[in-house]
């Protein structure tokens, strides 16, 4: 069973590498007319320059997982600032899409909290498909969407968690299809655990991510060796490898926090359960020290006897 591991946005160690320099509607505003449209393209050429020099050390690691940042164009989605963010940067895109093909990286985005298809109120759900669209624009611009995914949560509950899933499958009909094809769903910590979600995903024939610490802090009747499989088939209408979200609780009362690193003992059992399938399948880990945290995991795993490493972050497991 082969597992690959990657991170979220930001390499620490680089210097000065952050993704997600921005710049608020505040702020734009209050530049002359003139500036403004430049302003909003200095801002993305330093991320789209910063992606690359992560990209490239993701190479040199031999990193084959990597989450954009969701930060890369400023006010892209903003109703009183939209431009064309790809035509200026036409050749940067693809030389990003040239690499991570080369190079054969798996990429996604994580569109934010407000991206979601269960609102009662139809601009929330407007919102979502073009934030969605945006998304969809920057992977068609590095022709990487074969290898890519967009990955959401549901959403809340609005107080009648029945009749709001019935509103995510209505909304969700607002997406274009071309855009739904490479999206993902995952459960969440508080309100829709891994059975909801699952259930969602094969309705839609969207594959689930399954967030294993989300798991662990909203388990409900769920005991994941019943589910695992199911999860992971929802991939089997795209070519490629399951993927799972992987953190550990930064303490026993901030049980949902997602920690500096990874503790090995937290997601033993779920490794245990996975070997059983023996499917590859590939781990994003969002702690907070991102490249480093990951690095420290795939060291460990390693230490595990009977492991056999691959890779800067691969196992044999």
Request: aromatic fraction near 10%; glycine fraction near 4%; charge should be negative.
């Amino acid at each position: 069973m082969k597992i690959r591991f990657g991170y979220v946005a930001n390499a620490l160690g680089l210097w000065d590498a952050s993704p997600s320099k921005t710049l608020t509607f505040a702020r734009y505003s209050k530049l002359p007319k003139e500036d403004r449209l430049d302003t909003l393209k200095s801002v993305t050429a330093k991320n789209l320059h910063h992606t690359k020099r992560i990209i490239c050390y993701n190479i040199a690691h031999e990193i084959e997982l990597y989450r954009f940042s969701s930060m890369l164009v400023p006010l892209a989605t903003h109703p009183e600032a939209r431009w064309d963010f790809v035509t200026p940067f036409k050749e940067e895109w693809k030389e990003l899409g040239r690499l991570i093909n080369k190079y054969k990286l798996r990429t996604s985005f994580h569109p934010g909290q407000y991206t979601l298809f269960t609102s009662p109120r139809s601009e929330v759900t407007r919102n979502a498909v073009e934030d969605m669209e945006y998304h969809y624009q920057m992977l068609e611009a590095m022709g990487v969407l074969d290898t890519s995914i967009m990955n959401i949560h549901i959403g809340g509950a609005y107080g009648d968690k029945e009749q709001t899933l019935v509103r995510f499958h209505e909304n969700l009909k607002s997406l274009p299809n071309e855009v739904q094809y490479y999206m993902t769903l995952e459960n969440d910590d508080k309100t829709y655990d891994v059975k909801e979600t699952l259930e969602a995903c094969e309705k839609e024939q969207i594959p689930m991510i399954l967030d294993y610490h989300h798991y662990m802090a909203n388990k409900g009747e769920v005991e994941l060796e019943n589910y695992l499989e199911r999860i992971f088939d929802t991939w089997n209408h795209r070519d490629l490898a399951p993927k799972v979200h992987v953190s550990s609780p930064k303490s026993a009362s901030a049980f949902r926090s997602h920690a500096d690193l990874v503790d090995l003992q937290f997601i033993l059992p779920f490794l245990k359960i996975a070997k059983e399938l023996g499917r590859d399948f590939d781990i994003m880990i969002e702690a907070k020290q991102k490249n480093l945290a990951m690095l420290q995991l795939v060291e460990d795993i390693s230490n595990i006897r009977g492991v056999k490493r691959l890779s800067g972050a691969s196992v044999e497991y």
